[in-house]
T-cell receptor, first 112, second 115 residues
Framework: KQEVTQIPAALSVPEGENLVLNCSFT??????LQWFRQDPGKGLTSLLL?????REQTSGRLNASLDKSSGRSTLYIAASQPGDSATYLC???????????FGTGTQLKVEL | GAVVSQHPSWVICKSGTSVKIECRSL??????MFWYRQFPKQSLMLMAT?????????EQGVEKDKFLINHASLTLSTLTVTSAHPEDSSFYIC???????????FGPGTRLLVL
């Protein structure tokens, strides 16, 4: 059974700081890995999707890497802003991308 | 990008009543839709996978008679919580799979409170 863990569970940083969120998964036979953002009481916004054959994806200030063999992914956020405050979830897909297993989330707060 | 809507966005009901939640893909056809449940401070847990025109596949531990799923068209799936109890209070999120790379697009969620 796939298990996905995210560290840290919560993080508070000053504005402008670069930061790294970590995601680890137990079964390396994944189809893809996705990072999401969730604002309080809201649904999910997809940030980046990395196919199993890829090593990283970039979008603006966000960069996600994938090391399938070690079961790890990182989400790098450059020059953090208060608007980045949210919960960040990683999810791995197996079996043709059908079933997503979500991590426990990292609650990020970027302070002025 | 692809948009998925849910209705209602939140609902309060009495214990013992049934509640129906709709999930629609607005600008694409989704052969597969997924229903998740999220308890406070916890991550999303997949409840079931529904394919258009066929019975839903439920995850272990999810009662199919309690959580009725209907996927009657390529743009609509419904989740009915039957005889709801306070422990069913949760945030229910659907997703629809389609588009580029068969990505899952998530709805905004429905908050259910059972009194």
């Amino acid at each position: 059974k796939q298990e996905v863990t995210q560290i840290p569970a919560a993080l508070s940083v000053p504005e402008g700081e670069n930061l790294v969120l970590n995601c680890s998964f137990t079964d390396s036979a994944i189809y893809n890995l996705q990072w999401f953002r969730q604002d309080p009481g809201k649904g999910l916004t997809s940030l980046l999707l990395i196919q199993s054959s890829q090593r990283e994806q970039t979008s603006g200030r966000l960069n996600a890497s994938l090391d399938k063999s070690s079961g790890r992914s990182t989400l790098y956020i450059a020059a953090s802003q208060p608007g980045d405050s949210a919960t960040y979830l990683c999810a791995v897909a197996a079996g043709g991308g059908n079933k997503l297993t979500f991590g426990t989330g990292t609650q990020l707060k970027v302070e002025l | 990008g692809a948009v998925v809507s849910q209705h209602p966005s939140w609902v309060i009901c009495k214990s013992g009543t049934s509640v129906k939640i709709e999930c629609r893909s607005l600008d694409f056809q989704a052969t597969t839709m997924f229903w998740y449940r999220q308890f406070p401070k916890q991550s999303l847990m997949l409840m079931a996978t529904s394919n258009e025109g066929s019975k839903a596949t439920y995850e272990q531990g999810v009662e199919k008679d309690k959580f009725l799923i209907n996927h009657a068209s390529l743009t609509l799936s419904t989740l009915t919580v039957t005889s709801a109890h306070p422990e069913d209070s949760s945030f229910y999120i659907c997703s629809a799979r389609g588009g580029y790379q068969e990505t899952q697009y998530f709805g905004p969620g429905t908050r259910l409170l059972v009194l």
